[in-house]
């Protein structure tokens, strides 16, 4: 249970990185976008869905390999700074698990029952900070524009333009990122692959839960990270920063 739940732990968390600072601190292609095109355009940031496919042979998650993160993002008050609150819900058996990002604490709900019997018990724990969550800050907070990218040695067209790649590896694996203008972005990175879609409505508030042990709150494991101005073209479907130089080989 505890190797499950820091492989959980560690890819949730990284979902929710590689939506936050996936693109911060870029080597931007263009010429930058002013502060107050960056401010505007997190102020109408949507929220996200991210639908995860993991495809390592051992990398399911209670049984699934295949499921979804719904994201709400909270700007602060710099304008600049943007964290994601968050969950995932997982059915295995007769258990339903929830994993939760709430004010940058992070949750994981058990609730025991089925289809035809309400909630029989219902246990709540903090997941706690992983090591990993650091190594990737530092491998995705620094990503650079790349004409071309292969995934499973095969070359990949990304219809909007150039690549977006982490120039520090982590894992050992490079994270790269394809951007749409309209719909979205596709993040691959080893044998995770992640389609992001931008809804049309806002998530609605996503309350913390209440510890089983009735400790007073979970350790905080994510804050607000300041974004470039190619993040918050990412996050927002923006076109302007999708562009790349020659210097950068495109």
């Known amino acids: 249970m505890s190797y499950t739940l820091r492989l959980i732990g560690a890819i949730i968390v990284a979902l929710f990185t590689v939506v936050t600072v996936g693109a911060a601190s870029a080597s931007h292609p263009g010429e930058p976008l002013p502060d107050h095109r960056t401010i505007s355009l997190l102020a109408d940031a949507p929220s996200l869905q991210l639908h995860a496919m993991l495809m390592g042979t051992n990398m399911h998650i209670h049984g699934e390999s295949i499921f979804d993160v719904f994201a709400k993002p909270f700007v602060a008050d710099d304008g600049i700074s943007v964290r994601y609150d968050g969950f ?108 992001v879609e931008y809804l049309e409505d806002p998530l609605r508030s996503i309350t913390a839960p209440t510890l089983s042990d009735s400790s007073a709150h979970c350790p905080i494991v994510a804050t607000p990270t300041a974004v470039t101005p190619i993040a918050a073209a990412l996050l927002t479907g923006d076109a302007h920063a999708y562009t790349c130089s020659r210097r950068e080989g495109c």
Request: glycine share 8%.
């Open 88 to 195: 995932a819900t997982f059915i295995q058996g007769e258990s339903q698990f929830t994993y939760m990002l709430v004010d940058g604490a992070a949750y994981v709900v058990e609730s025991l029952g089925n289809d035809t019997t309400s909630v029989v018990t219902q246990t709540v724990r903090c997941l706690e900070s992983l090591t990993p969550f650091d190594l990737i800050v530092s491998a995705l907070n620094n990503v650079k524009a790349v004409p071309r990218s292969l995934v499973d040695d095969e070359a990949i067209f990304c219809p909007s333009g150039p690549f977006f790649q982490t120039a520090t590896p982590f894992g050992g694996v490079n994270f790269t990122f394809c951007p749409s203008t309209t719909s979205g972005f596709i993040a691959y990175g080893g044998d995770i692959t992640m389609t």
